[in-house]
């Protein structure tokens, strides 16, 4: 068990229906980090929040949304999905002091299919 | 930007022979670097990191690699391979001087075992 905590695990649902993807940090870590990994994209860097703040966008599609709360867990929003949607959605999360050096402990994923 | 390149999308082994998963990297200041691996459906674990110290870094399950800067490389070797090391295995750069953001993964090396 890494600390960090997914739910739901799995989730199935039909195009064009909204779902949320909760993720709850190692306690005390301040950073989430959302990916999403599919077979041809591989690992791809969706959004960064610290603190409840968002700190970077990467390749997050404008349907997707997310926010952190102030107990620091964090929900990812994917809405008018797509069969192209259907991946594995992982969160990870660093301690509060930034540094490059900081390990990302990943979650054990949600993994999202979409019929 | 930086960037990473993993060489080979599959590698096959015997156990008890040389594992040597290749990486390059991108980036026009120096780099932090990191293995991560992934069984089957879990999430992403950390084998090792270099962040500017020792140029060969040990991480767990006898796992090891050597920064090159001249060569731009972070390969990761295992002196012998034994079955539980099949897994996919990503290498990931972040610049060193951003701290907190997010880590840039190559594509994954799927790496099997054979007895």
């Known amino acids: 068990d890494s600390g960090v905590t997914q739910t739901p695990k799995h989730l199935i649902t039909a195009t064009g229906q909204r779902v949320t993807l909760r993720c709850s940090p190692r306690s005390g870590d301040l950073s989430v980090y959302w990916y999403q990994q599919s077979l041809d994209q591989g690992l791809q860097f969706l959004i960064h929040y610290y603190n409840g703040e968002e700190r970077a966008k990467g390749n997050i599609l404008e349907r997707f949304s997310a926010q952190q709360f102030p107990d620091l867990h964090s929900e990812l929003n994917l809405s008018s999905l797509e069969l192209g949607d259907s991946a594995l959605y992982f969160c990870?999360?660093?301690?509060?002091?930034?540094?490059?050096?900081?390990?990302?402990?990943f979650g054990a994923g949600s993994r999202l299919t979409v019929l | 930007a930086q960037s990473v390149t993993q060489l080979g999308s599959h590698v096959s082994v015997s156990e008890g022979a040389l594992v040597l998963l290749r990486c390059n990297y991108s980036s026009s200041v120096p780099p932090y670097l990191f293995w991560y691996v992934q069984y089957p459906n879990q999430g992403l674990q950390l084998l090792l990191k270099?962040?500017?110290?020792?140029?060969l870094v040990k991480g767990i399950n006898g796992f090891e690699a050597e920064f090159k800067k001249s060569e731009t490389s972070f390969h990761l070797t295992k002196p012998s391979a034994h079955m539980s090391d099949a897994a996919e295995y990503f290498c990931a750069v972040r610049l060193a001087n951003q701290a907190g953001t997010a880590l840039i993964f190559g594509k994954g090396t799927t790496l099997s075992v054979s007895s």
């Open positions: 270099y962040t500017s110290a020792a140029t």
């Open positions: 990870a999360s660093t301690p509060g002091t930034p540094s490059g050096a900081n390990v990302l402990t």
